[in-house]
């Protein structure tokens, strides 16, 4: 994102066919220049807890290569 007037990227992925919707965004603080990554992952119900665990591990992953962990 070359252009300062970027602060946010938006990512959806969708697929009816097999009922899958996932929204991601990435989204730097004005002030602080910080970085957030926001996952929204809509899954089957009673598989919250196994789909959080999926995705905390996806991003502590992404944190060690990144250097941040």
Known sequence: M?????KNL????????I????????TI???TEDLALNITDFCE???EEEN???WE???EN???KLGAA
Not at 2 to 6: E, F, G, Q, V
Not at 10 to 17: D, G, P, S, V
Not at 19 to 26: V, W
């Open 62 to 64: 992404l944190r060690i």
């Open 52 to 54: 959080a665990m999926y």
């Open 19 to 26: 009922n899958l919707y996932i929204e991601m965004t990435i």
């Open 2 to 6: 070359s252009d300062k007037n970027h």
């Open 45 to 47: 119900e009673g598989d």
């Open 10 to 17: 938006n990512i959806i992925l969708r697929n009816e066919k």
């Open 29 to 31: 603080d004005d002030i």
């Open 57 to 59: 591990n996806l991003i």
